[in-house]
C-alpha cells in the first residue's frame, strides 16, 4: 500500500462524486406543532454463527512460507516459484483455480509480467463474495536507512493477508458456505515509485498495478460481487484496525458488516472506530473501476506518537519477527464469521 504521506484527498476526486447537502424546512403558522414521531427501532445485531475454527497457527505456517521463498518481486525467480506454490495450495483446498497472466508498465517503464490468482469456492453460485490481498513484496525498503534499494521480505506488508485467507481456503474446501466465494491474490500492488524521488507522479496509478489490471479485464467476463474485502497488513505485533478513509468514502456499509461483526465477537480491541485519512490500495481500484464495494483491513495508528502505517512499513523489519499469530487468528475469525453469516 501507499505511504502515509500519499493520500488521497486531492486525486480522490476525481473518484467520488459530490454530496447533496439536505435543507431541513421549518412550518410555520401551526395551531399545534407537530408530533415528531419516534424513530423506528434499530435492526436487530445478526446473531453469530457457528463456523469452522479458524487456526492462527495454519495461518503464520503459510506466512512463513512466502517469506520462505524471498522477496516476491514481479519478473524474479522467487515470485515465480511463489506463484505456482499458491496456485498448487489453492487446488489442494479444492478451489476452481484461474491464473490470469499480464504485462503492466511500472513507474519507471519496467515491464512487469504479473499473476493474478483466483480460487472460487462454489463457483456456479450467483451470490458471491470477494475476499483478496496482494501477493507481490516492495523491490526496495525506502522507508528504510540502510540496504534502501534492496527488495524486502513483505511478511506483514503481502504475506500475512495471504495467510489469513489460504487458511480460510482450507477451512472452505472442507465446509461451504450458502454463497460463493472467491479468494484473489493481485500482483504488482507494491511497485509504486520511490520515497527518494524528487517529482513523484501524483495520479497513484503506479500503484495497485494487478488490481487495475484485472478491474478492466475481469478473469471472468461480467465478473459481479456482492462486495469486497481486503487484507492488507493484517498480522503484526500491535495491531489496530480502524476504518480506512477510502473504505467509508466508497463502501460504509462492507465497513460496518465486517466491524459490527468484529465488535460482536468481542474483538473491539483491535477493530476500532476511529476513520483513517484515506488511502491508496486495491479497494480503491476494485471499488471504482470493477464496480465491487470493498472494505480495506489494514494495520493504521491515529495516536500522534505512531502515526500511519504499522513502524516497520516498506523497511527490512517487515519480516517474520514483526507477525503475531494471534492477531492473523482474530482477523481470521472475523472473516470467516462473515462468509459463513451471509
Not at 229 to 255: C, Q, W, Y
Amino acid at each position: 500500500m501507499e505511504r502515509v504521506g500519499r493520500l488521497i484527498e486531492r486525486p480522490l476526486r476525481r473518484f467520488l462524486a459530490a454530496g447533496l447537502g439536505l435543507v431541513l424546512l421549518a412550518g410555520c403558522g401551526e395551531a399545534e406543532p407537530k408530533r415528531t414521531p419516534p424513530p423506528p427501532p434499530a435492526p436487530a445485531a445478526r446473531p453469530l454463527v457457528q463456523t469452522p475454527t479458524f487456526s492462527g497457527d495454519s495461518a503464520y505456517a503459510h506466512v512463513a512460507k512466502q517469506v520462505a521463498f524471498g522477496p516476491r518481486v514481479p519478473n524474479t525467480d522467487g515470485h515465480r516459484a511463489c506463484a505456482d506454490w499458491l496456485v498448487a495450495t489453492l487446488e489442494g483446498y479444492g478451489a476452481d483455480v484461474t491464473v490470469q497472466t499480464g504485462r503492466v508498465t511500472a513507474y519507471d517503464g519496467t515491464a512487469l509480467d504479473i499473476r493474478n490468482i483466483f480460487g472460487a469456492f462454489r463457483p456456479e453460485v450467483r451470490r458471491r463474495v470477494l475476499l483478496y490481498a496482494h501477493w507481490d513484496t516492495r523491490p526496495f525498503a525506502d522507508k528504510d536507512s540502510v540496504r534502501t534499494d534492496q527488495p524486502i521480505d513483505g511478511a506483514n506488508d503481502g504475506a500475512s493477508g495471504v495467510g489469513v485467507l489460504l487458511e480460510l481456503a482450507r477451512l472452505l474446501g472442507d465446509s461451504l458456505p450458502d454463497v460463493g466465494v472467491d479468494i484473489a491474490f493481485f500482483d504488482a500492488e507494491d511497485y509504486g515509485e520511490p520515497e527518494w524521488l524528487p517529482n513523484r507522479d501524483q495520479d497513484y496509478t503506479d500503484w495497485c498495478l494487478g488490481s487495475q489490471y484485472w478491474a478492466r479485464k475481469p478473469h471472468v467476463p461480467g465478473y459481479r460481487a456482492r462486495y469486497g474485502i481486503l487484507l492488507d497488513m493484517v498480522g503484526a505485533k500491535g495491531a489496530v484496525f480502524h476504518r480506512e478513509g477510502t473504505s467509508m468514502a466508497l463502501a460504509p456499509n462492507v465497513v460496518d458488516k465486517v466491524w459490527n461483526t468484529a465488535r460482536r465477537m468481542g474483538h473491539g480491541d483491535l477493530f476500532r472506530n476511529r476513520v483513517t485519512p484515506q488511502t491508496i490500495d486495491d479497494n480503491l481500484f476494485v471499488s471504482q473501476l470493477a464496480g465491487i464495494p470493498s472494505a480495506n483491513i489494514v494495520h493504521y495508528h491515529l495516536d500522534t506518537r505512531m502515526m500511519g502505517y504499522f513502524p516497520q512499513h516498506h523497511t527490512h523489519g517487515d519480516n517474520l519477527d514483526a507477525i503475531d499469530p494471534e492477531v492473523l487468528s482474530v482477523v481470521g475469525e472475523v472473516i470467516t464469521q462473515v462468509v459463513y453469516a451471509e
